[in-house]
């Protein structure tokens, strides 16, 4: 079955960096648009950044310019470089895999929380 496992949450002080990675499991990994959402308390889940299977990124404004979105097809993983990082950046963070073709296909990690605090 479809697996999504997150890595590299934790708790970093304001304007540091910190590295987010998805391995994806049982997809064909390139043909998938895949991207991190986030979801802080009494907030509704948002999209932070998006890359498909071309390479082509999608970021939210409130990113824009600090967080990075990459991909690794060879090795089914996406990254997610994060610098200048703010307080309110604090959120779970969500690996998702959406298919390109049949966009139902639709798969999520687990989680992982970043806080940003000093």
């Known amino acids: 079955q479809v697996q999504l496992v997150e890595s590299g949450g934790g708790l970093v002080q304001p304007g540091g960096p910190l590295i987010l990675s998805c391995a994806a499991s049982?997809?064909?990994?390139?043909?998938?648009?895949m991207g991190w959402y986030r979801q802080a308390p009494v907030k509704q889940r948002e999209l932070v950044a998006a890359?498909?299977?071309?390479?082509?990124?999608n970021y939210a404004d409130s990113v824009k310019g600090r967080f990075t979105i990459s991909r690794d097809n060879a090795k089914n993983t996406i990254y997610l470089q994060m610098n200048s990082l703010k307080p309110e950046d604090t959120a779970v963070y969500y690996c998702n895999a959406r298919e390109l073709i049949v966009s139902s296909r639709n798969y999520w990690g687990q989680g992982t929380q970043v806080t940003v605090s000093s």
């Open positions: 890359i498909t299977g071309g390479g082509s990124t």
């Open positions: 049982r997809i064909i990994f390139s043909l998938y648009t």
